[in-house]
């Protein structure tokens, strides 16, 4: 088969499109003949040698695909060949075929294309298990995400408004405001020209929000525990612009805030596959209600990924960039 192999470590020139062997499919994993890869940050970061996959994982970048299942293990019951599906990847999205554990398959939603679909696993487990299974946004609640316009941040704004809470983001630019506004948030802050936490506190009456959820890192940490509410919970899910800071730490006491911090691909299988089914049962009926949608900003040919790179290096994009085979 054909994959995209990190040749050496550096910028996005390192892609190649390469023939490499097909993936072992093990007596648990299911093979799937890729229809579609969505890239995520965590790609870039690999390509850079700052993210290198789990032990036994795919060497090759992309970590959620979608295509049609051509081989399963003696273990697995639930798929068949031919079973159109989509997957949380620990590595190996950016090929013709990929192997993956059954437990993180999850089937196409209806009314979801194939290749749309791509862009759901790694977004959808991501949020539900930061926001919801650990941060408990509920019903009511304020909720801030970071980027909005980014692929979780398109993605946490609806299932967020699904889910009952009210939505903040902030983004850079009006085009990307707008976006956010028409999936659905409430209030669409420009950070290059407006401080978000003056603005939290004037839209919540001084009180800040319950959830805020973060991938810019060190220089937004303060500003984030000045923007809780009493109780609030912080979720840093990324550090962008640095992982270094100087904070005051007597906020935390007094508004009672919780600091969280985890990633995805690194977690057990087991883990993965409770993530995996928690999000199939209460996310993917939003899906299939066609209240969370699919935002995919282009898609490119595999042997484009270098392309692929670039454009999400530039910030330029809003939602998700897919690849095809």
């Known amino acids: 088969m054909k994959a995209i192999v990190i040749t050496s470590l550096g910028g996005p020139e390192v892609l190649q499109l390469l023939e490499v062997d097909d993936p072992e499919v093990g007596d648990n994993d299911v093979l799937i003949r890729i229809a579609a890869a969505a890239l995520n940050r965590a790609d870039m970061l690999q390509r850079k040698g700052l993210h290198p996959p789990p032990k036994g994982a795919s060497e090759f970048p992309g970590l959620e695909c979608s295509g049609t299942v051509e081989a399963v293990g003696k273990n697995v019951a639930r798929w068949k060949i031919g079973d159109q599906v989509c997957a949380l990847l620990s590595g190996g999205g950016y090929a013709e075929k990929v192997a993956v554990p059954a437990g993180q398959v999850l089937p196409v939603p209806a009314g979801v294309s194939l290749k749309d679909a791509a862009t759901l696993p790694e977004v959808a487990c991501t949020v539900w298990s930061t926001v919801f299974m650990t941060s408990k946004l509920s019903v009511g609640e304020t909720f801030l995400v970071h980027g909005g316009s980014s692929g979780i941040g398109t993605f946490a704004i609806q299932i967020a408004k699904y889910m009952g809470a009210k939505v903040f983001v902030t983004a850079g630019s009006e085009e990307k405001l707008a976006a956010c506004k028409d999936l659905g948030a409430d209030v669409c802050i420009n950070y290059k020209i407006e401080d978000f936490v003056a603005r939290v506190k004037e839209e919540t009456q001084g009180k800040g929000v319950d ?63 409770s993530i995996v089914s928690d999000v199939e049962k209460n996310v993917w009926p939003s899906i299939v209600e066609g209240k969370v949608k699919p935002v995919v900003y282009k898609c490119l040919p595999l042997s484009e990924a270098v392309e692929a790179h670039r454009l999400m290096e530039s910030s330029n994009h809003i939602g998700k960039i897919l690849l095809v085979p």
């Open 211 to 273: 959830v805020i959820l973060d991938s810019i890192g060190g220089p937004y940490y303060q500003r984030n525990l000045d923007s809780l509410n009493l109780d609030g919970r912080l979720f840093l899910l990324g550090f962008m612009s640095g992982t270094v800071t100087q904070v005051d730490l007597k906020v935390m006491l007094a508004r009672r805030l919780t600091v969280q911090s985890a990633g995805l691909r690194n977690r057990s299988l087991e883990n993965k596959a």
